[in-house]
Every structure is written in C-alpha cells, then in structure tokens.
C-alpha cells in the first residue's frame, strides 16, 4: 500500500485554475437569483494559486474566505470561485506549511489570517479554532 501524500505534496499537485461554464442545476444555490445560464461561471482554483493569495495578506489583516472568493473570481473573469474546493485548498495550504514549519521550523506563509466564511476561526486548520486564534492573537488581531 502506497504511503499517504504529505499535505505538502498534495498542495504542489499541478493543478491549474479553470472556469466551468456547464454547471448542474444543483449548483444554482452558489448563484444570485435568477443568474442567466450564461453568466453562470465557475472559478475551480488551484492550491498554487490560494497559497500565492495567502501568501499577499498583510500582517494585521485578515480576509474572510468568501472574499478571497470573489478577487480570485474576478481575477479570473468568473461569476463565482467555487466555495467547496476554495476551501479544501486553503486547509491544504494550511497543514502544508504547518507540517513544513513543524518538520523543520522555517517560517510559514501566514494561514491564518484567512478567515472561514462569514469571518470566522476555521475548525479545520492545524491545532483547530484555538490555534488559529492563537495565531491571530500573536499578530495583535482581536479574536
């Protein structure tokens, strides 16, 4: 059995960004109401790309998730940045610099100052809600 891919590997996996334009009616509840068909785009990201975005937030700020959403959308001349694999990618990100950090203590991008949606502590970053409160506390950011 194949060993598991470190987050680290997972994060270089070669992924390009794409926009999807064929989406299934399933997805409509991502779109304002009444969105024509043909405004209906899709950003998917790539774990590059949210790491390089990560990467450009400033110290003593944060960004909530679904407005690193919306600039990568835009970026990309898409309606929407698909908000499940956004944050997949982010929480790869994550755990890829905290194993690095962990592994051998060179320094991270700063992760934590993504927020989750709606501008809270993400759960699912390494050391969970406390650590990234932590974090944030450490750069003088109120939690």
């Given amino acids: 059995m194949p060993r598991p891919k470190t987050a680290w590997e997972k994060m270089r996996c ?5 926009i999807v334009n064929d989406l299934p009616a399933a997805l409509d ?3 304002p109401p009444n969105t024509p068909p043909a405004e209906r785009s899709m950003l998917i990201s790539s774990p590059e790309e949210i790491e390089r975005f990560i990467a450009a937030i400033p110290p003593g700020h944060v960004v909530r998730m679904e407005e690193m959403r919306a600039e990568l959308a835009r970026r990309h001349g898409a309606a929407i940045c698909c908000p499940m694999t956004a944050a997949i990618f982010a929480n790869i990100v994550a755990r ?6 962990q ?3 060179e ?7 993504l927020l989750a949606a709606k501008g809270k502590l993400n759960p699912k970053y390494p050391g969970g809600a406390a650590e990234h409160a932590r974090r944030l506390r ?3 950011i109120e939690v």
Avoid: C, L, N, V
Avoid at 14 to 18: D, L, R, S, V, Y
Avoid at 107 to 112: Q, T, V
């Fill in 14 to 18: 070669g992924k390009t960004p794409k």
């Fill in 29 to 31: 509840k991502w779109f």
């Fill in 96 to 101: 890829a610099y905290d194993e690095r950090e």
């Fill in 103 to 105: 592994q051998s203590g």
């Fill in 107 to 113: 320094p991270s991008i700063p992760w934590w100052r």
């Fill in 138 to 140: 450490a750069e003088g």
